[in-house]
């Protein structure tokens, strides 16, 4: 079912001017604030939530990173000294005693 929704927000904004008439312009402009607080205060803690789960997935890649480049190093060191073990072979073997 699909609601239509400039009729939905009508009905709202119909609603509410229908019970802020019995206001006075005190309350309403109360109201007005404690809705702007409201809103100031749901869209800042939702940031901060979205930023910390933001944060806590780069701290998890990051940290798979530094494994990552600590296998990379470990294989080049060992690499390496795969590559230089026959010329260290070739040095030991000629000098017999």
């Known amino acids: 079912m699909i609601v239509n929704t400039k009729n939905y927000l009508k009905r709202i904004f119909t609603l509410l001017s229908h019970l802020s008439d019995k206001w006075s312009i005190v309350q309403k402009i109360s109201y007005g604030y404690i809705v702007a607080v409201s809103i100031a205060f749901i869209g800042t ?3 901060l939530l979205i930023a910390y789960r933001y ?4 701290q998890k890649q ?14 080049e060191n060992t690499i ?6 026959p010329q260290r072979l070739v040095t030991v073997l000629e000098n017999t005693i």
């Open 55 to 58: 944060e806590t997935v780069a």
């Open 45 to 47: 803690t939702s940031g």
């Open 80 to 85: 390496t000294r795969v590559r230089l073990h």
């Open 62 to 75: 990051l940290s798979l990173s530094y494994q990552q480049e600590s296998l990379l190093k470990n294989l």
